[in-house]
């Protein structure tokens, strides 16, 4: 891996041998905080229309050439990914170049009616509906609680001229271009890159940090009364990457509900008494903060059941901490793990790589993460459950009414 | 080596290397392919799901694999997850309706320990009664033990919460007459609640046998120890003489005889369709290669037809999603198109799709060039890693029935035009062959 600035512009690079396809992801970030629903909008309109092309010229003269472009509005940043043929490499560029230059969010309106429409599609699914009123109640107050329901409530007053404000600092943001390929002629391709995408030249902006909070849990019950199962989320806002306590969490994730089909919650609550298809927990970083949630889906009458399983197997960490070689297996669990979703294809090195720099993250963090991990100890893990999982939750409980008397 | 009956050598896209095809003296195949990488991925891919079963023991093929994973001899319940988790493996099966298939991604360095105790797994398994639990009445008391059988049952409640999944359960029952292919995978919770362990045993033994399996092994290996490994590390138990399970008449259905629709309802706010077709078996290979470009030009894309028609090009679309799809069945493909709409506009979406089926039968020269890339791109996706080329190569050796046919995939596509694609559409997809399934508010 390589971190350039090459004609002013940041570039990290990761060159894989014999692969057809290149993976370029950009970057784009900005510390000014758009109304709800810009950053959503402007990420459904970037591909909607140019100064001289309609959406359906862009979408065809890209799949013409089997180029997969796509806008990614995250809370954290904005996230365009190109994945091509390397012989299409130019055209997919000078494609991106011009829709993120000239795009004129003309059909700002018909997006609007799109997205309400999809987000009330949406919420047909159980899951779906449950995980929305989850991270919306999880991080109220602070933008990662700001839901498609949630932008639903105001998506009303966007104007376009929000939609254009909102680019143009993202445009005079945090950038990186993020390439992984079989391309070797370094200096051709970074030619190709940064005079193809010129709008990606650096500016040197300072990383700002706004932590989420960490609220006190609530419990939120919806009622649907035709689901066949309870959707049952539950976590807690928690540290997260760059910081002493990531590695920890990390490896208690793989040990309690993260490594597959052996972790605790899946082994206790699946395998022995048969109360889940899917039980799970995850470790979710994010630039501010992180969380770790507790996941399962199970008949509704098996409601009380399944939270005090939670209870239960949380408690057992710190009264059952893990023999050396379950905290051993868990640790490597987390390395194959992090190889196997993170470095096997050109796209997923990119996205990893790009993530770093946004994020404000050194590029060696991974390496180090993965050394901290294997020096994480059993007394580490116990103090990880004790100061965060033993606080009072945000759980969310989705089933017929009945059910939700607990 | 004396066991080895036979080698095949075959061009397969994307790899620097021939894949080899060796099928041993008792029927089991290997393939080896090799790739570049720091992992390795082994699965074993048995010809049986459920096609293989009756309105008796639907759900067993599925009810087995999960079994598959509760202790050998050698290893008790749950050390096969653990240990190969634990070294870092990505371990899982899955079901359908042509194959079963159990694979193991790891961290090339624990080959040796992978393959033994997934070949271990693969032969012989102790399906206990006390991990399958005991058989309960759905519909009365909860079992005293709640094990594998009520986890199953888990799955097919999760099922029964997914709106696509019951517009697609609803189609299958009317696009087939007779073929099992009109069943779910997964079975009811009448069958699996009462299945008792001698049935679902009875399975394996007819259908776990060496013939009906193929070994696939995808990364960066030493050829003779992979041969000598799987050869000495798949030991098959002979079964003796015993009552084999007969599967269903299975006469294929390539064409929908009576095409029919059926609307369900569900607490939803917007409306589910589901259009279905019928097609030959994928071994015609050109046939079947034309479909996946009309569905790529139908629905695949923000440029496909179905997009551009119904949302991009409509001022305020009562379309929120749509797509199509293709997939390959051994004994013939199925096609689908998906419209999640606004519910009161149900019949100007049914007239909307059908005046699109109509239209297809002209094709324009870009439309297919874009479909042929398209095509090309996804071949050389799927080859980016060893899971995912494993699973591919599965797939045409179990499905297709020949891996030679993953070769002549990219060949053929270029010898089809706009008139054999025009024909396939007008033959395949026209709109009165559709069987359509719809999910709709309750009013």
């Known amino acids: ?406 | 080596m004396e066991n080895i009956l036979n080698i095949e050598e075959v061009e397969y896209p994307y790899l620097s290397q021939k894949v080899k095809i060796y099928t041993f003296k008792n029927g089991h195949k290997l393939v080896l392919a090799h790739k570049k990488s720091t992992m390795i991925n082994i699965s074993t891919w048995v010809k049986t799901g459920s096609i293989n079963e009756n309105d008796h023991n639907n759900g067993v093929s599925h009810f087995l694999e999960h079994l598959m994973f509760k202790g050998t001899e050698k290893y008790k319940a749950g050390e096969f997850d653990k240990t190969l988790e634990r070294k870092g493996g990505i371990i899982n099966a899955a079901t359908w309706k042509d194959y079963t298939f159990y694979y193991v991604t790891i961290p090339t360095e624990h080959f040796s320990l992978a393959l033994h105790m997934h070949a271990d797994m693969m032969t012989n398994p102790l399906i206990p009664d006390n991990e399958i639990g005991p058989t309960f009445d759905i519909n009365g008391e909860e079992p005293k033990e709640k094990r594998e059988r009520c986890v199953v049952i888990e799955e097919i409640r999760m099922g029964q919460d997914a709106n696509w999944r019951k517009v697609y359960n609803a189609l299958n029952a009317i696009m087939y007459e007779k073929h099992p292919y009109r069943r779910d995978v997964i079975g009811t919770k009448e069958i699996i609640s009462t299945i008792p362990r001698d049935e679902i045993f009875r399975y394996y033994k007819s259908f776990y046998t060496p013939s009906n399996m193929t070994t696939v092994i995808v990364g960066d290996f030493d050829e003779d120890i992979a041969i000598k490994s799987v050869l000495d590390e798949f030991k098959f138990q002979d079964f003796g003489e015993f009552d084999k399970l007969t599967p269903d008449e299975q006469i294929p259905e390539t064409k929908i005889k009576n095409p029919k629709t059926v609307i369900n309802n569900a607490h939803i706010n917007t409306g589910f369709m589901m259009y279905g077709f019928l097609a030959n078996p994928p071994k015609n290979l050109k046939e079947t290669i034309a479909l996946d470009l009309l569905t790529t030009i139908l629905g695949e894309g923000k440029s496909s037809r179905l997009n551009t028609n119904l949302i991009e090009n409509v001022k305020e679309p009562y379309v929120y999603g749509v797509g199509a799809s293709h997939y390959q069945l051994k004994d013939g493909d199925c096609f689908l198109i998906d419209i999640n709409f606004d519910a009161n506009k149900k019949d100007e979406v049914i007239k909307d799709i059908n005046s699109e089926l109509d239209k297809l039968q002209t094709i324009k020269k870009e439309e297919l060039e874009k479909a042929k890339k398209f095509a090309k791109v996804n071949f050389a996706q799927e080859s980016e890693t060893v899971s995912a080329t494993g699973e591919l190569i599965g797939e045409f050796m179990t499905v297709f029935g020949n891996l030679e046919l993953a070769g002549q995939y990219l060949k053929m596509l270029d010898e089809i035009d706009v008139d054999y694609l025009s024909q396939i559409a007008k033959t395949v997809l026209a709109k009165e062959n559709a069987s359509i399934s719809i999910l709709m508010p309750e009013k």
């Open chain 1, 1 to 406: 891996m390589k971190f350039i600035e090459f004609n002013n512009t940041n570039i990290v690079y990761e060159n894989i041998e014999n692969t057809p396809r290149t993976a370029i992801y950009l970057y784009l970030s900005t510390e000014k905080q758009a109304k709800e629903g810009v950053h959503t909008m402007l990420g459904n309109l970037l591909l909607q229309g140019t100064k001289t092309k309609t959406a359906e010229e862009i979408a065809t003269e890209l799949e013409n050439h089997g180029i997969e472009v796509t806008v990614d509005s995250r809370a954290d940043f904005l996230k365009v990914s190109i994945i091509c043929l390397d012989e299409d490499l130019e055209f997919a560029l000078n494609s991106v170049n011009d829709f993120m230059l000239n795009s004129t969010f003309e059909t700002l309106n018909k997006e609007i009616f799109k997205f309400k429409n999809e987000t009330t599609a949406s919420m047909d699914t159980p899951s779906a509906k449950a995980s929305d009123a989850y991270y919306k109640e999880l991080f109220k107050g602070h933008k990662y609680g700001i839901t498609n329901t949630k932008i639903l409530e105001t998506i009303d007053n966007v104007t376009i001229e929000d939609v254009k404000n909102y680019q143009k600092e993202l445009l005079t943001g945090r950038k990186i271009i993020s390439v992984a390929t079989g391309i070797k002629d370094e200096e051709k391709l970074f030619n190709l890159l940064t005079n193809s995408l010129s709008f990606m030249q650096k500016n040197d902006i300072e990383i700002k940090y706004n932590p989420a909070p960490k609220n006190k849990g609530n419990l939120i019950k919806i009622e649907k009364n035709d689901a066949k199962q309870a959707q049952i989320f539950q976590g807690w806002v928690v540290d997260g990457i760059n910081t002493p306590d990531c590695a920890k969490l990390n490896v208690l994730n793989s040990l309690l509900g993260g490594a597959g089909l052996s972790s605790r919650l899946f082994v206790e609550l699946r395998d022995k008494k048969g109360l889940a298809y899917t039980v799970r927990s995850s470790y979710k970083t994010l630039k501010d903060g992180a969380h770790f949630t507790l996941y399962i889906g199970t008949e509704p009458k098996n409601i009380k059941k399944s939270l005090n399983g939670f209870k239960t197997e949380i408690q057992r960490v710190i009264d059952e901490p893990p023999t050396d070689i379950e905290l051993q297996g868990a640790k490597e669990n987390f390395i194959g793990r992090y190889k196997y979703f993170y470095t096997q294809t050109n796209a997923q090195i990119a996205s990893v790589n790009g993530w770093n720099y946004i994020t404000g993250l050194d590029f060696s963090c991974n390496e180090k993460l993965l050394d901290e991990v294997m020096k994480v100890t059993k007394e580490d893990i116990i103090e990880a459950v004790k100061k965060y999982l033993l606080a009072e939750p945000t759980t969310v409980v989705l089933a017929p009414k009945e059910y939700l008397d607990f």
